[in-house]
Every structure is written in C-alpha cells, then in structure tokens.
C-alpha cells in the first residue's frame, strides 16, 4: 500500500500545473535578493510573472484535468510562502509599516496553530478557505504589487492604490482571522453532533 501511495503522489508531482506551482516556489528567494539589492524593475518582474504563473496553473489543471489533491495544498502554499516573504522583506527595507507585516504574520500563525491542534485533538480537518480569507489575499497581492510598482513608478494614484490596500490587507486579515474562529467552532460544533 504505501509503494502504492508514493507513486500515485510522484505522478502527481509531474503534472503541468504542479510543476509551475514549483517554479513559482523557486522566485521567492531571487525577489526577496531583489529587494534587498533595491532591484525594483527585477522585482517587480519577478512578482509579475509569479501571478502569471498563479493564473496559468489554475487554467491548465482545469483545462487538462490535472487537479490534484498536490496542488490544492501546493499552490496556496505558494502563494502564502510568496506573500508572506515579501511583507517580511518589504517591511525590512522599510516600504511597509511593521504593523500590516504584523498582522498577517499574526492570522497565518493563529489560523496553523489551530489546525494543528484540532487535527491532533480530534482529527479535524474541515480547514475550507472563507470568502474573507480569499479577499484577504487578493488585497495582499495587491498591496504587495503596488508598493514595488510605486519604487517603480513614483506616481499619486500608485501611492493611493498601495495605501488603500494595504489598509485593506489590514481590514481583511481582521476580519477573515474572527470569521475562521467562528466558522471553525460551528463546523466543529456540527462535526460533534450524533447523525439522526
């Protein structure tokens, strides 16, 4: 059975969409560089073609019909390691108050910790992303995105759009942090329930 397990999990590895997920894991360290050397045009291409790389695994999983339960913990792993490094570095070289860096640190540690603690409790494993949850990142994105573009490209509307989202990355990681402990209690709630 296990010999059985690991090569099913190999092919999984090779699927197109997978293999892009990886190579979106092989950016982080050459933006992070990138930043920290104040390479803005570099960084900013390298974060362009990561949410490219996002969107093309998506539409070849669906197109291929490669979706894989791999890649539905690979590519938000991705995602988040991505996000997660770049408010780091971003905040290091003081581009983005410590306070939003703070925050998101604060959810993700949060929302893992209690997963990992229902999970050896009881054996919880209902972790369903919320619609706050997936706003969250999208706000992160772009939050991200403008604060390098407007190293880029020093104009008013850039600044506004980059302040606004941040402060809205700051809004969401609040709210999603307080709807994912109330959904989480309800659906444990429901779990614990005796069937009719």
Not at 50 to 63: E, I, K, T, V
Not at 137 to 144: E, F, M
Not at 168 to 190: D, K, P, Q
Request: hydrophobic fraction near 55%.
């Amino acid at each position: 059975m296990p010999p059985l397990h690991g090569t099913r999990v190999k092919n999984q590895f090779w699927t197109a969409p997978n293999q892009i997920t990886l190579l979106r894991l092989i950016f982080i360290p050459f933006v992070i560089i990138a930043v920290f050397d104040g390479d803005w045009f570099w960084a900013l291409g390298l974060l362009v073609a990561a949410a490219l790389s996002d969107a093309l695994d998506g539409l070849l999983a669906r197109a291929l019909h490669q979706q894989t339960l791999l890649g539905q913990y690979l590519d938000p792993l991705a995602d988040k390691l991505l996000l997660s490094s770049l408010f780091l570095v971003l905040s290091f070289v003081k581009k983005i108050p410590w306070k939003f860096t703070v925050a998101v640190f604060s959810r993700d540690a949060c929302i893992v910790a209690t997963s990992i603690v229902l999970y050896a409790a009881v054996g919880f494993r209902d972790f369903r992303p919320s619609i706050f949850g997936k706003i969250n990142t999208a706000c992160q994105i772009a939050a991200v995105f403008f604060v390098v573009l407007s190293q880029v490209l020093p104009a008013h509307w850039v600044f506004v759009l980059m302040k606004f989202f941040l402060y809205a990355t700051f809004t969401f990681t609040t709210i999603s942090g307080v709807h994912y402990v109330l959904v989480t209690g309800h659906r444990l709630r429901e779990q614990g329930k005796p069937a009719a």
